[in-house]
């Protein structure tokens, strides 16, 4: 059997990559978390706690 380090299977990904992951997961996650806001517009101006 083969032996593999962490970074040879991982992908990078770009900071726009990132910013859809992040866009994804709040779409998906905000109608069950009550001070959620479904409306945000997250951009990749904000920080986390600014969108959280």
Do not use: G, V
Not at 21 to 50: G, N, V, Y
Request: glycine share 0%.
């Amino acid at each position: 059997m083969p032996y593999f380090k962490m970074t040879d299977t991982t992908e990078k990904y770009t900071a726009e990559e990132i910013l859809e992951i992040f866009k994804e997961q709040h779409r998906l996650c905000s109608p069950l978390d009550p001070e959620a806001d479904p409306w945000a517009e997250i951009t990749s101006d904000m920080t986390i706690r600014e969108w959280r």
